[in-house]
Structures are given as C-alpha cells and as structure tokens.
C-alpha cells in the first residue's frame, strides 16, 4: 500500500474548552471518539475511535436493533438513533431496550 500511513483508530487530538477526563465521551472537530488520558484545556491527548466500547450513555427511551445505525446528540450528550444534525458515531453492538440508559457501540473511526 503506497499510501498508507498509520492505523487510525486512536487519533492525538487537543484538549477543547474545560479539558477533556479519562473516559469521557467527546466531539473533536468531526470525530467522536473516547478520551484515552485526562489533559487540560490546550493540551494533547489521544482519542480511542474505531472500537466497541461498552457503558455509552444513550437515550433512555430509544430501542435500537443490533447493528443499526448510532449518532450523537451533543444537546444531551447521549448516543440516539436519530439521524437529524446529530454525528454519525457507529452501529449497535446488540439490541438495547427502552429503559436502559447505556449502550455498547462500535464506533467509525472514519467519518
């Protein structure tokens, strides 16, 4: 591959507004990814996309099928299946029922 340059799944990306904790689920610029390490506002820090990840705060009240499409409602700061304005995330890895409130999700690590 002439081109290719290096995996992708973990990106380094800066710290927005206010930081970023270990855990935290966030938006940087077009990716949506999982922060690897705690950094300040201005610093760098690596963003884990393109794996599963367990315990993703979703919408409540949503059913999803196994496999169906995940997008981020940055308003609630939750997975939804609703497409919208909302950020293309993943898919669903299983099926989650109305009243649960966390997801496991295989998120794009290209968008």
Known sequence: MKNYYKKGDVLTATAPAGGVKSGQFIVVGGAFGIAAISAAEGEEFELGTGHIFKNIPKIDT????DLAPVY???TESKAT???SSNLKI???IGAHTNGTGDST???NSSF
């Open 105 to 107: 999700i295989r998120l």
């Open 72 to 74: 981020w409602n940055a």
């Open 62 to 65: 949503e059913d999803w099928d």
């Open 81 to 83: 299946k609703v497409k």
């Open 90 to 92: 993943g898919i669903a």
